[in-house]
Structures are given as structure tokens and as C-alpha cells.
């Protein structure tokens, strides 16, 4: 509390409210079902669903920083397959062809604070091989 060294010895006290900030402390979590391996067939259906990608973040009741987004990592995929971004589901977009390549190795990025709520974002990638 201050005080006031003169004459009278003067002290105040007063109250002082602290506002402890949440922070976007912790990256996304992908699942340990999250798979390292799918085998799929070449003549797949366009648009069908191969996978699901499923992270969690411990900070998700925390001002949106634990909101979980999902991307393809590598831009040279995104001709082949997309992500619904708030599902985590991985979808065929063009038919696949086993003389092209037999293995395709997807990363996908989980990152969190998608409104960039004043914090850094945080992410984690996850790779799955698909052979054709």
C-alpha cells in the first residue's frame, strides 16, 4: 500500500483488480486413431471421403484459440484431393491413377485460433500414405 513519508505518516489502501488473460498456449492434437496408412482403390468415386482427420486442442473453451481448422500441406495435392476445414474430412477431387504414383503421402495441418484473437497460431502436422 502506498504511504506518505512526511509529516502525518499518511497511508492509503486501496483495492487493485487483476485480469489474467487466457493465452493460446497449446498446439492442436491429432488422434492417435488418425491413421499412418490407407490403401485405396485407383477408380475411387470423385468426391469420395478417404479419410478423417480428427485433433483436439486444450484450449478449446478458451476464446475460440482452441478451434481447430484443417489444410493440405502440400500445395502439389490440391489438384488431387481436398479437406473440409472444419470436418477434418479428405475427399478425392480427380480420379487417381496407379501409373502416375502408387503412394501418395498427404500431410495435413491442424491449426488452431482461426480468428487470431491477439495470440500466435499454432498448428501440427500429421502424413498419412495412401497407396493406389
Same mark, same amino acid.
Given at each position: ?27 492442436? /492434437?491429432? +488422434?492417435?486413431?488418425? &491413421? =499412418? ?7 475411387? @468415386? %470423385? ?41 477434418? /474430412?479428405? +475427399?478425392?477431387?480427380? &480420379? =487417381? ?7 501418395? @503421402? %498427404? ?26
Amino acid at each position: 500500500s502506498p504511504s506518505d513519508p512526511g509529516n502525518g505518516g499518511h497511508v492509503t489502501t486501496g483495492m487493485v483488480e487483476v485480469e489474467v488473460l487466457v493465452r493460446n498456449d497449446n498446439a492442436p /492434437v491429432f +488422434s492417435d486413431d488418425t &491413421p =499412418l496408412f490407407v490403401s485405396i482403390l485407383e477408380n475411387v @468415386n %470423385v468426391e469420395a471421403a478417404i479419410g478423417v482427420f480428427t485433433a483436439d486442442d486444450a484450449d478449446a473453451n478458451d476464446n475460440g484459440f482452441g478451434t481447430v481448422r484443417y489444410s493440405i500441406a502440400d500445395g502439389y495435392l490440391s489438384d488431387r484431393f481436398k479437406i473440409d476445414p472444419v470436418g477434418g /474430412v479428405l +475427399s478425392v477431387i480427380r &480420379p =487417381l491413377n496407379f501409373e502416375e504414383t502408387s503412394t501418395i @503421402n %498427404v500431410t495435413v495441418v491442424a491449426t488452431d485460433n482461426p480468428n487470431h484473437l491477439g495470440d500466435p497460431v499454432l498448428d501440427a502436422q500429421h502424413s498419412t500414405n495412401y497407396d493406389v
